[in-house]
């Protein structure tokens, strides 16, 4: 039997660990949970303030623009002037 495997190497057979997940699936398990709780909480804290924070966002865009419109029918281009305050 051992010569029909022959061409495996010791990586392959882990021997001596058996069925069990044991210390580092348990550790591995709860990194994934404390890591998925912090997300949850952080999207959720995100979520509150955007709706319930004590002041308004100030942000009113200002835009000019140069319309030009030509009499004789050719195209110019347009000039625009976008500012935030």
């Keep these: 039997m051992a010569e029909k495997h022959s061409h495996l190497n010791g990586a392959y057979h882990r021997h001596g660990h058996g069925s069990g997940c044991g210390c580092c699936c348990l550790l591995s398990f709860l990194i994934k949970l404390i890591v998925t709780a912090v997300i949850i909480l952080g999207l ?9 924070r004590p002041n308004i966002v100030k942000f009113k865009p200002k835009i000019e623009c140069d319309l030009k419109v030509p009499l004789n029918g050719s195209a110019e281009t347009t000039k625009c002037k976008i500012d935030f305050f």
């Design 44 to 52: 959720a804290a995100l979520i509150f303030w955007l709706i319930f």
